[in-house]
């Protein structure tokens, strides 16, 4: 298994952005999918998007698509989720996780690295 640590959440105004980034610290991103997933109290953990870190296009789930860009970093080995016109309902707290599926990988139980999550609150 891959350490993975999130990084960038915060608060924003509804309308703003924010990047968020994912590390793996003493590890390594190769062959490996990076998805992003969010979650809200009392609600199933949903996926974002994922990226296979070697190449290829990201994929995106509709929740957000149109509003997020997935890129990989590979002069500082960190995957990034880019999030523009943020709306309330977009506050969860965001993670990334690996798999050795591919992007369409979209269920949670397919992926066996976790991060502990970055907190995004999005006011009205």
């Known amino acids: 298994q891959v350490q993975l640590m999130e990084s960038g959440g915060g608060l924003v105004q509804a309308g703003g952005s924010l990047r968020l980034s994912c590390a793996a610290p003493g590890g390594v991103f190769k062959s490996l999918t990076i998805g992003w997933f969010r979650q809200t109290p009392g609600k199933e953990r949903e996926f974002v998007g994922a990226v296979i870190w070697d190449a290829g296009n990201p994929y995106y789930a509709d929740i957000l698509k149109g509003r997020v860009t997935i890129s990989r970093d590979y002069v500082q080995n960190k995957v990034h989720l880019q999030m523009n016109s943020l709306k309330p309902e977009d506050t969860a707290i965001y993670y990334c996780?690996?798999?050795?599926?591919?992007?369409?990988?979209?269920?949670?139980?397919?992926?066996?690295?976790w991060g502990q999550g970055t907190q995004v609150n999005v006011s009205s």
């Open positions: 996780a690996t798999t050795r599926y591919g992007p369409t990988t979209t269920s949670r139980d397919r992926y066996n690295s």
